[in-house]
């Protein structure tokens, strides 16, 4: 591969040429065996080669693969609509198919603006998000997005969306703890609102577990109750960013589920095609719908691969694989085991600051010193050299820290597919261990940097 005519992630890097992936296993030309722990890009959360997803793409591409949504609907997305109904909570009904989670995302914040111009207020168009968060790539999700690296380079393009700190307990942006903090962070959307005007906001999107800006940043007990107590408060609708953690990746299927709070509307993506195809969602509550229905009847969003039969097929099926496998249930006591494994590894790298998450979606956070928190150099590049040691050992892991949004600090998302065994969870964790020795001896344990 000398030369190549394709635009990679870094274009002067070589990459390994995958071959074939079975299972959590990913297999490159030369042979080599690559567990992944990242399911890709927090994607593949049922692992690699799955012969009934196969077989449903087969079944489908013999039918049709492609109709536009505009001529015609099919039962591939009919039924789809109808599982996602039926597996998420209270009245998220209503599904609008798109093809990547930015897309999703964008489509969540016109929906939400939609709403509120068929109330014939016209003016509640702002979104209000955080900073340490990631809603997608193109412009409208960018500028909901709180990832300043993301952001720098179209600055003067972007909407100025993000204002509230994360639920960040680690490094407190108050500097208070967990247990006596009076959730400051949540309280301050209230203040922003009061300064912007509750007339002129549209809505408030939030990852309810943050990815791949901070690495599973995992907020307290009652902090979506009162964010979703203040959006009620102010006429503002609650955007749940869910398409790192929905379809089961934290053990439930929404991960709103587990703080007890309903949003208004929900977006997915990764794991919905769990890498089989490319799909996504925005799933929108009875409420949200009905002014939409009895006002112009017609959402202005949509690409033209929407709702696609063949994406909808592979969809619907990892949907079926995952209940018929009893896949999400088990997701918490599999995240226990690795998480506590992880936990053990901190007595011997004190480096490692933090260890958080839920479910099958973990993160950890690297320092100098564990005590007084004090980050790496975004210079030192740890981050990347932890990545690029794991994969090394054969072993995948996800870049998410602080210094991929333009700060100091290193973190990285441990997510590997929901079916993974424990078996399998022990050859993770005695490859991270491998890399994490290797990384220490390497660098004396970072001495001089
Ligand atoms: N929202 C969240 C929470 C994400 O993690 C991502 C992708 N990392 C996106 C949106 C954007 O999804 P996509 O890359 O499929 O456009």
């Not at 870094?10 to 990459?15: K, N, S, V």
């Not at 196969?54 to 013999?62: L, N």
């Not at 597996?87 to 603006?113: C, R, Y």
């Not at 509230?164 to 903090?181: A, F, K, Q, S």
């Amino acid at each position: 591969m000398d030369r190549s005519n394709l635009i990679k992630p870094m274009l002067d890097a070589q990459y390994p040429v995958i071959d074939y992936g079975r299972g959590v296993y990913l297999y490159d030309t030369d042979g080599k065996e690559y567990l992944d722990a990242s399911s890709g890009a927090i994607t593949a959360n049922i692992g690699h080669g799955v012969e009934e997803i196969i077989e449903a793409m087969h079944e489908q591409a013999k039918k049709v693969s492609f109709v536009y949504r505009s001529q015609f609907t099919s039962g591939a997305a009919e039924k789809l609509a109808l599982k996602i109904a039926e597996a998420a909570s209270g009245d998220l009904n209503w599904s609008f198919f798109v093809n990547s989670g930015s897309e999703a995302t964008e489509t969540a914040m016109k929906i939400a603006i939609q709403y509120w111009q068929e109330k014939g207020i016209l003016t509640k168009t702002k979104v209000l998000s955080r900073w340490m968060s990631y809603h997608g790539i193109t412009l409208g999700a960018l500028s909901m997005s709180g990832h300043t690296g993301r952001r720098a380079r179209f600055i003067p393009l972007l909407e100025d969306f993000p204002v509230v700190h994360p639920p960040y307990c680690y490094r407190c942006p108050y500097n208070l703890e967990p247990t006596d903090c009076g959730y400051l962070c949540a309280h301050e959307l209230e203040t922003v609102i009061k300064r912007i005007g509750a007339d002129n906001i549209a809505a408030f999107i939030a990852e309810p577990v943050i990815g791949a800006a901070g690495g599973a940043i995992t907020p307290p007990k009652d902090y979506y109750r009162i964010i979703k107590e203040i959006c009620d408060r102010n006429d503002i609708l609650f955007i749940a960013d869910e398409v790192m953690t929905g379809f089961g990746r934290t053990g439930t299927m929404l991960a709103c589920e587990q703080w007890n709070v309903k949003p208004d509307i929900v977006a997915l993506g990764k794991g919905m095609g769990a890498g089989y195809a490319p799909i996504a969602a925005a799933l929108v509550s009875d409420e949200i719908m009905e002014p939409i229905f009895s006002g112009s009847k017609s959402i202005m969003s949509g690409h033209t691969l929407s709702a696609n039969p063949q994406s909808c097929a592979v969809s619907l099926a990892v949907l079926e694989y995952i209940e018929k496998n009893n896949i999400i249930p088990e997701v918490d006591s599999k995240g226990v085991y690795l998480k506590n494994k992880l936990i053990k590894l901190q007595s011997k790298f004190t480096f490692i600051g933090d260890v958080r998450g839920k479910g099958l979606m973990l993160g950890l956070e690297f320092v100098k010193d564990h005590l007084t928190k004090q980050p790496f150099s975004s210079r030192f590049g740890l981050t990347q050299r932890l990545i690029q040691g794991a994969q090394e050992q054969g072993l995948l892991i996800y870049p998410a820290g602080a210094g991929t949004v333009g700060t100091d600090g290193d973190a990285v998302l441990i997510a590997p597919p929901l079916t993974i065994t424990k078996r399998e969870i022990d050859d993770l964790v005695k490859r991270f261990e491998k890399t994490l020795q290797i990384l220490a001896q390497k660098h004396l344990i970072f001495a001089e940097e």
